[in-house]
């Protein structure tokens, strides 16, 4: 284990699995170290580490050599279980996700502010990706949907107690967003993709380092666990969507937004006026 010295307790925190083939964490996710909202903790997945100068960057450091979720789950139930406590959102990224020191804040930020309790970042058109729900839309501020996929969920504090013992269901992981989204009731206002923050998969899924040592079918892993917790395979339709309005992105929609309040706070005077008359007209005549 690695613990830098130096860190300064967030509310937030990037746990993360990583293997010597890993870049990302240094080159995208601390590009602006100096302004990160969280803290990121590192769990090292091959047998032998090649370097290990190359992860004092991060906060925290365990070599654990496992899957990413059984990973997490031994973190956060055995070495660290005071976490769940005290940080308020965790993001679970894989570690071929790019994304910037900025980007990782603002998700934070926003998914306290929506106050979800699952919540990703938007996949970039050119990203390898097994659904394309999950792709940036444009003109489009965020999407409420029915899960959230395994590749990088942001959990709040009180969905992860849910969730937290499902993390060791299979190896695979292939399956466990369809378990969450059982296990957190299918909500329609509590999964998140905020299309304004992009994130780029830069390697094809089912490419990864573990997936060579994996050992299981991950599809039969899928049915199975899905099948154990009677869990829906996708429930990925979106149940509403909130735009960007603005004279660039979509001028038609932000004449209509505008004019539509004009005639709404127009025909509100108007009724305030024609009832003021019929009061006024209702009234019976005093004669002296």
């Known amino acids: 284990m690695h613990v830098n010295p130096l860190v ?49 960057c991060a906060d925290y450091f365990f070599h654990l050599k496992e899957f990413k979720y059984k990973m997490i789950f031994e973190l956060l139930t055995t070495l660290k279980k005071e976490w769940q ?26 998914s306290k502010a929506f106050n979800v ?17 999950f792709k940036q839309k444009q003109n489009h501020f965020c999407r409420y949907i029915g899960q959230i996929e395994v590749m990088s969920p942001l959990f709040s504090a009180a969905a992860l107690k849910i969730c937290l013992p499902s993390f060791i269901a299979n190896r695979s992981s292939w399956g466990l967003d369809s378990v969450w989204a059982k296990l957190l009731g299918y909500p329609e206002d509590k999964f998140i993709v905020f299309d304004t923050v992009p994130m780029r998969h830069i390697y094809p899924v089912g490419t990864g380092e573990l997936y060579k040592k994996i050992g299981v079918d991950p599809e039969k892993e899928w049915m199975d666990t899905i ?62």
């Open 117 to 133: 309790l699952l919540s990703s970042a938007a996949l970039t058109h050119d990203s390898f990706c097994s659904w394309p729900v």
């Open 8 to 56: 300064k307790r967030n509310k937030n925190i990037v746990i993360a699995p990583c293997g010597n083939r890993a870049f990302l964490y240094k080159k995208s996710w601390l590009k602006y170290r100096d302004e990160k909202e969280f803290d990121l903790c590192l769990l090292f997945y091959d047998d032998q580490i090649n370097d290990p100068s190359l992860y004092e």
């Open 227 to 288: 099948t154990l917790y009677n869990a829906k395979r996708h429930n990925l339709q979106e149940f509403k969507k909130i735009y960007i309005i603005n004279k660039k992105s979509n001028g038609l929609a932000k004449f209509y937004f505008q004019y539509n309040d004009l005639w709404i706070k127009r025909r509100n005077l108007w009724k305030s006026s024609i009832g003021s008359i019929i009061k006024k007209s209702k009234k019976t005549p005093v004669h002296p």
């Open 85 to 110: 406590e005290e940080y308020e959102y965790f993001y679970f990224l894989d570690d071929d996700i790019e994304i910037d020191t900025k980007q990782i804040n603002q998700l934070f930020f926003l």
